[in-house]
């Protein structure tokens, strides 16, 4: 066992991904409530990219096909709504997903799964928070 | 890496690799008549007539080999007839991009032989075991690949390792002389432009025949279309795409029709027409459908796995790898080989021989856990954790999980690191893009999507949400699978995961009673 938690603790705590990051900026918002929108969500995630692509590394595995009228769509986007509604950090709730919805137990989750391991990226992630409620919050 | 510095680095290697394959002056025997076309049949689109610079190219050693990549690589071990070969697949596909072409462009004879081109070669690019050997690639050559898909020439499209091959090889200076000899010696062909042939393959055109990429790669694309019903059809699903009523109902339509266009989006979009809505549904249906049927099948992706520990065993010890064939140091060095000729000369090495024999004997990985959210305790402790270290982007993270697994197996059980294996499949996560992207027109000003349609989230995460399977896989010997059972359940309780199954994640593993 001891075995064991010396091989949990080398590098898990230093793996982390972009899903992580924007389950922390998620958890750091004042909303609970979001909307589901891909086209409205592709365009904050194309501009956090610009933004923070240098400053955190994760965010270099995202790429987007830019199509206009059509927002740049990536296929992280989807990746990251499944990543994170697959073990409940998000629901969305039914019809028609209209709805991203990260509830307050949701929030104290992935605060608690991320906070501490993405800790030197807490300016970033405060400032997409704020993006995040800017531009995708909705009334609960 | 400085991303130009890698988009030369690896088209030095692709020019090198094409020159080497592809002999100076090919063919060296005189040209075809223009009139000396030649007509091939294959199972799924039917007769074609190709014109002769379309069967000199088929005839060059670049495009004979993809006889020999299978498009499902090893999944001919679960589904018999699963057969095809990208070499069917390119044919297919040319028929259904002029198919396309000739549904919009009608006049266009240059631009459909562009469009015809393009398909044929738009999977040149692929290499033994097909998408997994470039996810393979893809992972041990990360930092190059994610470099060279920020180089600016494909800066606005995300592609995969494999797309970005066929161009390179096209563009290469061997086959693009090649190209030029045999196309342009045709004079119906003259005009036929091979740099537009080369962005079609990475869906890049600029003029305002644009649309055209869509052709190749779009929400249906000719690639799709003959994808979907080819490996359906050889894997004996039953499960079709209408791909008449897609040519039926594929329209243009002018930039000018969305009330915001803007003078720098192309001039026409491919559309479709209201009554084809049924046939983009059928495409997304039938894209969910063959994944937990084909490519996240247990038995796939046990395979997938095998072949997975054979490159681990190469990598961990090159030195001990007798052939340098098999050394894999650069990504060129996958291009020489296909399917069996890699079987083959893994065989021959001592290291690799037991994993190969298994393969070929069908003594498959077998199922030791089942991970999926339905047999998953509430609460769901960090699914997270695991859920986002796939196989295809994160395959060091897995190894130091399946470490921990295998330290923790009594000394007795305990299996070769390379023959235990937490497989966590990739999402269907692209399926998703189609409806966001497919363009419906129904007469009147405002232009839908599919997705205006078709509430396809709900789809896509439940399926993700209950069809998904991960699996800790190992090799048959049922006292070796349930020692690693055991172990992996108890690990997945643990820090960091806090996983607690329920009793089906072991018995869908059909252990002997």
């Given at each position: 066992?001891e ?77 990251l ?21 990260m509830?307050?137990e949701?929030?104290?989750?992935a ?6 391991r993405?800790?030197?990226y ?19 | ?7 030369v ?17 090919f ?108 996810s ?5 050559f ?59 393959i ?13 052709i190749?790669?779009?929400?249906f ?10 490996d ?31 003078p ?27 994944y ?54 893994a065989?021959?090495e ?10 070929t ?18 609460p ?79 789809w896509v995460?439940?399926?993700e ?40 994640a ?8």
């Open positions: 066992m075995k064991l938690e010396q091989m949990q603790g080398s590098g898990e705590e230093e793996f982390t991904t972009f899903e992580d990051i924007f389950a922390l900026a998620l958890a750091n918002t004042k909303s609970s409530h979001f909307k589901a929108d891909s086209d409205e969500w592709h365009n904050v995630l194309y501009e956090v990219c610009e933004e923070y692509r240098d400053k955190m590394p994760q965010l270099g595995v995202i790429f987007f096909d830019e199509r206009p009228p059509l927002p740049p769509q990536s296929n992280e986007f989807y990746q709504i499944t990543t994170l509604s697959m073990p409940g950090l998000i629901s969305l709730p039914n019809p028609n997903y209209e709805l991203i919805v509830n307050e949701q929030k104290k989750r605060q608690e799964m991320e906070g501490k993405l800790d030197k807490k300016k970033h992630i405060q400032k997409i928070s704020k993006l995040l409620d800017a531009r995708l919050a909705v009334q609960g | 890496m400085e991303s130009q510095k890698a988009f680095q690896l088209k030095n290697e692709v020019e090198a690799w094409v020159a080497s394959i592809m002999p100076d002056g063919p060296k025997t005189p040209m075809p008549g223009k009139n000396e076309t030649k007509v091939i049949r294959e199972a799924v689109t039917g007769y074609q007539v190709l014109q002769p610079h379309e069967y000199l190219v088929l005839d060059s050693p670049l495009l004979q080999r993809l006889r020999y990549i299978h498009q499902t690589a090893l999944a001919y071990l679960v589904y018999p007839t699963a057969n095809h070969t990208r070499f069917d697949h390119s044919l297919g596909c040319a028929k259904i991009a002029q198919q396309l072409g000739e549904k919009v462009i009608r006049r266009e004879k240059t631009r459909i032989a562009e469009l015809r081109l393009a398909a044929l070669l738009h999977d040149v690019g692929h290499t033994f075991f097909s998408h997994l050997s470039e393979i690639m893809q992972s041990r990360g930092d190059l690949y994610l470099s060279v898909k920020r180089a600016p020439q494909f800066k606005r499209r995300d592609l995969g390792l494999a797309e970005i091959i066929s161009y390179l090889i096209v563009k290469s200076e061997r086959f693009h002389a090649f190209l030029d000899r045999v196309v342009h010696y045709y004079p119906d062909f003259r005009k036929l432009d091979l740099d537009e042939v080369a962005q079609l990475i869906r890049s055109p600029v003029d305002e025949f644009a649309f055209m990429g869509e190749i790669s779009g929400p694309d000719a690639d799709k279309l003959d994808y979907l019903v080819r359906c059809y050889f894997c004996g699903i039953r499960a079709d795409v209408d791909v008449e009523r897609v040519l039926v109902s594929a329209a243009l339509l002018d930039r000018r029709r969305f009330p915001s266009s803007h720098d989006w192309i001039e026409r979009y491919l559309v479709m027409k209201s009554g084809g809505v049924s046939i983009l549904e059928q495409i997304t249906f039938n894209r969910m459908l063959l937990p049927a084909i490519y996240h099948h247990h038995k796939v992706r046990a395979i997938e796995c095998m072949i997975k520990s054979i490159f681990e065993i190469i990598w961990e010890d090159p030195d001990k790898i007798t052939d340098d064939r098999l050394k894999f140091e650069n990504i060129s060095d996958f291009y020489g080989l296909t399917d069996f000729q890699f079987l083959a000369l065989a021959a001592p290291r690799l021989k037991p994993t190969v024999d298994r393969l004997k069908r003594d498959l990985f077998k199922r030791c856990l089942v991970i999926s959210r339905p047999y998953l305790k509430q769901l402790g960090n699914f997270m954790n695991l859920v986002r270290k796939t196989s295809e982007d994160y395959p060091e993270e897995l190894r130091q999980l399946r470490k921990i697994i295998w330290a923790e197996l009594p000394k007795d059980k305990r299996v070769s690191i390379h023959d235990l294996w937490v497989d966590i499949p990739k999402p269907p996560t692209s399926i998703a893009k189609d409806p966001d992207s497919a363009w419906v027109d129904i007469g009147t000003r405002e232009m839908l999507r599919l997705r205006d349609f078709f509430p396809y989230p709900e995460t439940s399926y949400a209950n069809k998904w399977k991960g699996h800790v896989f190992s090799i048959s010997d049922p006292r070796t699978r349930r020692a690693v059972n055991e172990v992996a359940i108890k690990v997945f309780k643990e820090h960091p995961y806090y996983l607690e199954f329920e009793e089906h072991t018995k869908e593993c059909k252990f002997p009673s």
